[in-house]
Nanobody, 124 residues
């Protein structure tokens, strides 16, 4: 399975931006749909964004549409999440995830590989 290592989380003021990266290893990355999920304290892990194996299709949670952009570079085995216009309600641990399928899902159970999680904190 794909091994995932995240970076880019941190503390940012409301209205600011962060770019999360997820470096993947394993030969299946280029054929794996990838996603980003987040989990706030006391809340269930929720879908944020996902992308098909070749970047041909993306999906976003309504709460982040127009603000976040998911992308991937298969040559670099890297997944990205550009987060703009951040809000305090975006505060959560963010996880990247991969599944052994060309096409993405929107449920955590759809994904078999997970990063360690990186904290994003947006101050008001």
């Amino acid at each position: 399975q794909v091994q995932l290592v995240e970076s880019g989380g941190g503390l940012v003021q409301a209205g600011g931006s962060l770019r999360l990266s997820c470096a993947a290893s394993g030969r299946t990355f280029s054929s794996s749909a990838m996603g980003w999920f987040r989990q706030a304290l006391g809340k269930e892990r929720e879908f944020v964004a996902a992308i098909t194996w070749n970047g041909g299709s993306t999906g976003y949670a309504d709460s982040v549409k127009g603000r976040f952009t998911i992308s991937r570079d298969n040559a670099k085995n890297t997944l990205y999440l550009q987060m703009n216009s951040l809000k305090p309600e975006d505060t959560a641990v963010y996880y990247c995830a991969g599944r052994n399928n060309y096409y993405f899902g929107r449920q955590p159970a759809n994904y078999g590989s997970w990063g360690q999680g990186t904290q994003v904190t947006v101050s008001s």
